[in-house]
């Protein structure tokens, strides 16, 4: 993430407060709460043909994540990917440790 930031044109300082604010409490609850739903069974991945459906659509304005959840759960919408997925995770390893002689 650091390196995209990098790559797209950000500071280093913004980027640097963008890593500090995802540090925090409020940061940390929510990552343990998603944590938790997708623990839960929480759909967390939407099918390409539901996403050109909502595209196509109008959508409520009223609508919320989880009744749009609810929704592609209803018209078979989700799928589970195989997670971890390997070229990502190595991809991320390699970003790390370049990211950590960047420091």
């Known amino acids: 993430m650091y390196l995209a930031m990098l790559e797209v044109g950000l500071s280093t300082f913004k980027i640097d407060l963008i890593y500090v604010g995802v540090r925090t409490e409020a940061a940390l609850e929510a990552w343990n709460n998603n944590t938790t739903a997708r623990i839960q069974g929480e759909p967390r ?23 749009i959840q609810q ?28 990211f950590k002689t960047l420091e």
């Open 45 to 67: 991945f939407l099918t390409e043909r539901y996403v050109n459906i909502i595209q196509d659509s109008q959508i409520n304005p009223d609508a919320t994540l989880a009744s």
């Open 71 to 98: 929704q592609a759960v209803e018209q078979q919408g989700t799928y589970e990917p195989v997670l971890p997925n390997a070229k990502i995770k190595s991809a991320c390893e390699v970003a790390l440790t370049k």
